[in-house]
C-alpha cells in the first residue's frame, strides 16, 4: 500500500514563502516520480513541479519556473515543495502524486498508475 501525506498548507501573504511536505510510503515501483499538482476553485488541475525518485531530475510549470523549487530528502521519503514569491494566483488545494517518470517530466495527470494525496490548501491573500 502506497501512502501519500501532504503537509505544509496554509495562509500567506503575498511575496511570502511557504514551504509543502509530502511523505510518500510503501512506493517500490521502479521509474517513478514524486510531483506537485494544484487545482483552484473553477479551475483544471495543473501539474506545478516534479522531482525523480531515481535521480532528482527537477520539472516546473512556467507559471512557477524561478519562485518554486522542489527538493527531496530519500532518507525521509519526503519531497518538499518551496514556494517563494507567492502571489495569490498560486492559491489553490496542492495534490502531492506518486507517479510514472513519462507524466511527471510532463507535468501531466497519470490516469492509470498514480497514487494521490489527500490535498493541502494554500491561501495566498492579504
Known amino acids: 500500500q502506497v501512502d501519500v501525506v501532504e503537509s505544509g498548507g496554509g495562509l500567506v501573504q503575498p511575496g511570502r514563502s511557504l514551504r509543502l511536505s509530502c511523505e510518500v510510503s510503501?512506493?517500490?515501483?521502479?521509474?517513478?516520480?514524486i510531483g506537485w499538482f494544484r487545482q483552484a476553485p473553477g479551475k483544471e488541475r495543473e501539474g506545478v513541479s516534479c522531482?525523480?525518485?531515481?535521480?532528482?531530475?527537477?520539472y516546473y510549470s512556467d507559471s512557477v519556473k524561478g519562485r518554486f523549487t522542489i527538493s527531496r530528502d530519500k532518507a525521509k521519503s519526503t519531497v518538499y515543495l518551496q514556494m517563494n514569491s507567492l502571489k495569490p494566483e498560486d492559491a489553490a488545494v496542492y495534490y502531492c502524486?506518486?507517479?510514472?517518470?513519462?507524466?511527471?517530466?510532463?507535468?501531466?495527470?497519470?490516469?492509470?498508475?498514480?497514487?494521490w494525496g489527500q490535498g493541502t490548501q494554500v491561501t495566498v491573500s492579504s
Open positions: 502524486v506518486a507517479l510514472r517518470e513519462v507524466f511527471c517530466a510532463a507535468l501531466t495527470v497519470d490516469d492509470f498508475l498514480s497514487f
Open positions: 510503501g512506493l517500490t515501483l521502479p521509474n517513478m516520480g
Open positions: 522531482i525523480y525518485i531515481s535521480d532528482g531530475s527537477t
